[in-house]
């Protein structure tokens, strides 16, 4: 059964510091994965990586896969309390299913 | 683009009665996923559907729910009869093509008292 862990569980930093949230993935003829960001209602999608050791970056906020050791990271650099929210990693195989973690909850303080 | 739009937002009901959910996906997408989501299981696929077909439904929890989807723009999660412990956050989401990229609804919560 394919399966997504997300660590750490929940996370606090002060406004400013940088957090690197984890995921690591057994996925059956893995396709790609995928970041998410849930606020108070829908998760939002972040970023989709499909090829190792390319990083995906948007502003504030990388991604970076490595499918030989199966996992991914999502980087946060100066965070604000914007960036509160639980972020969720989700894996793609060949069944198209889309398998989603536990999400990280951060919590930026002022 | 409208996005993917799920009614109702809340519903409460009783235990014992029938609850449908509704998802209208994304026009031109055609996969359609339904996900719950719990503070303690966090978010489950439930079924999706390939152009209209179930595909896997092996997330269902139970006899109890079913899923259709009888066109492209229309689907149905139904639970009957509903119970406490089915309390949660129905999310349903839609992609096109593959590798999949699932656009979430707003959810549906539900609770059963």
């Known amino acids: 059964e394919d399966k997504v862990v997300q660590s750490p569980l929940s996370l606090v930093v002060h406004e400013g510091d940088t957090v690197t949230l984890n995921c690591s993935y057994e996925?059956?003829?893995?396709?790609?994965l995928l970041w998410y960001k849930q606020e108070k209602k829908a998760p939002t999608f972040l970023f989709m990586l499909?090829?190792?050791?390319i990083e995906k970056k948007s502003g504030r906020l990388s991604s970076i896969l490595d499918k030989k050791e199966l996992f991914s990271i999502l980087n946060i650099t100066a965070t604000q309390t914007g960036d509160s929210a639980i972020y969720l990693c989700a894996g793609t195989g060949g069944s198209e299913k889309l398998v989603f973690g536990k999400g990280t909850k951060l919590t930026v303080n002022p | 683009d409208a996005g993917v739009i799920q009614s109702p937002r809340h519903e409460v009901t009783e235990m014992g009665q029938e609850v449908t959910l509704r998802c209208k996906p994304i026009?031109?997408?055609?996969?359609l996923f339904w996900y719950r989501q719990t503070m303690m299981r966090g978010l489950e696929l439930l079924i999706y559907?390939?152009?209209?077909?179930?595909?896997?439904d092996s997330g269902m929890p139970e006899d109890r729910f079913s899923a259709k989807m009888p066109n492209a723009s229309f689907s149905t999660l139904k639970i009957q009869p509903s119970e406490p412990r089915d309390s949660a956050v129905y999310f349903c989401?839609?992609?096109?093509?593959?590798?999949?990229?699932?656009?979430f609804g707003q959810g549906t919560r539900l609770t059963v008292v």
């Open positions: 989401a839609s992609s096109l093509g593959t590798p999949v990229r699932a656009f």
């Open positions: 996925v059956t003829n893995f396709r790609s």
């Open positions: 559907f390939n152009n209209n077909v179930p595909i896997d």
């Open positions: 499909t090829s190792s050791g």
């Open positions: 026009s031109g997408h055609n996969s």
